[in-house]
C-alpha cells in the first residue's frame, strides 16, 4: 500500500488549501486515514481522522471548525480542506492510513511522504 499526498504551499494568513492523499488499494488495513503535521523542532501531532465510509471523523481541538476530512472512494482519495489558516499551521502535512481509529501516530501502518504548508503572516 502507498500513499502519496499532494496540495501543500504557501498562503497567507486566512487563506486556504486542500490536501489530497491518495491510496494505492484499500485492504483491511487502512480502513482509516488520518492527517498528522510535524513543525520544525516540534513532534508529529494528530490533525485528524476519517472512515472511507466518509464518517467516523474526529479533528484536533487546534484545527476544529477549520479544517474538514472528506473522501473519494472513486478515487481512494482523502481531501483536507484546511480553511481559515494561520502561520500555527505551518507544518509538514503527511497521511496516514491503519486498520482502527487512533490519535496516537504509532498506530497507522503506512505513511506518505509529507506535504509543505507555510502560512505566512
Known amino acids: 500500500v502507498q500513499l502519496q499526498a499532494s496540495g501543500g504551499g504557501l498562503v497567507q494568513t486566512g487563506g486556504s488549501l486542500r490536501l489530497s492523499c491518495a491510496v494505492s488499494r484499500r485492504t483491511f488495513s487502512n480502513n482509516i486515514m488520518a492527517w498528522f503535521r510535524q513543525a520544525p523542532g516540534k513532534e508529529r501531532e494528530f490533525v485528524g481522522f476519517?472512515?472511507?465510509?466518509?464518517?467516523?471523523?474526529n479533528y484536533a481541538d487546534s484545527v476544529k471548525g477549520r479544517f474538514t476530512l472528506s473522501v473519494d472512494n472513486t478515487k481512494n482519495t482523502v481531501y483536507l480542506q484546511m480553511n481559515s489558516l494561520k502561520p500555527e499551521d505551518t507544518a509538514v502535512y503527511y497521511c496516514a492510513a491503519g486498520r482502527i481509529p487512533n490519535l496516537d501516530a504509532r498506530a497507522y501502518v503506512y505513511w506518505g511522504q509529507g506535504t509543505q504548508v507555510t502560512v505566512s503572516s
Open positions: 476519517i472512515g472511507w465510509s466518509g464518517g467516523n471523523t
